[in-house]
């Protein structure tokens, strides 16, 4: 397949050092030295574009794509508020779009299972729970995408919390949160170069159970992105990367 990446920056290199293990072809990178680069013309050169950028550049980058007609999977988070607008302009449009918070086999296994571990904690609600996400200093949003998505598998499953709130630290000071009881707290920490560590915390009188995972790198990210796009360059839609994973079979 031919690949354009939006964004060269951490993820962008590693996704081409394993796009191109997998036999693909860069056809295209842009980051902001190359933005000249971005036109119809280059974004049709490729088979489907992969995009790892900023939540400032994201949306136009996605109306680039819809506007040469190629499809694209967006890995770059801190955007979702704007998810139901674009899907709407993907379906309307015949488009094809595929999102995650987070590609790694791990993480999506996490996600399921956090469901399922909601649900069963839905039935004890004297256990106080709670997300942490930790990652590096250089992360422009938080809470971190994938910290969103646990979020929503939780709220989904419980009577309890219906919304998240954030709380940013740099440190890992103990001050407390002011959360009302409907409130999941997500909280976020940003220490040196952590690729993402996220932990789902369930705490009582008498015990807590802990539900982490540990990205040891950006490789597992990098993977799935490349593996979204193989599964979706000669389909159309808008998918989330649930659509990929089959865990029920
Ligand atoms: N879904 C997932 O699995 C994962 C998602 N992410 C997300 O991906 C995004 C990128 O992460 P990461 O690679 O670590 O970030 P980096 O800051 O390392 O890279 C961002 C890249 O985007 C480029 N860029 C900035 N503005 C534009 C623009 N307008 N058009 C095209 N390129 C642009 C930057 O160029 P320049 O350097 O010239 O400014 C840089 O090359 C983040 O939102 C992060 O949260 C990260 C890991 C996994
Ligand atoms: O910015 C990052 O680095 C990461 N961002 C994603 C997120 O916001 O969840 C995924 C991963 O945790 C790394």
Redesign the pocket.
Known sequence: MKIAL???????KIIEKIALSRKHEIVLT????T?HD?TTENLQKADVVIE???????L??IEHCFNANVPVVI????WYEKLPEVKQQCIEGNKSLLW?????VGVNVFFYVNKLLAKVMNKYPYYEVQVEEIHHT????SP???AITIAEGIINNTDTKNEWINVLTTDDSDDDANVAPNQLLIESLRIDSVP?THTVIYDSEVDSIEFKHTAHN?NG?AL??VLAAEWLHDKKGFYSVEAMFDFNS
Do not use: C, W
Not at 6 to 12: H, N, Q
Not at 52 to 58: E, K, L
């Open positions: 939006l964004g060269y920056g951490k993820m962008g842009i980051d902001h030295e933005l971005l790892f950028t900023t939540p400032a550049s994201v136009s980058n890995g770059t988070t801190g995650a918070s987070n590609f790694s250089q992360k422009m949003d971190s995408g994938t993402g950006r990210f799935g992105a």
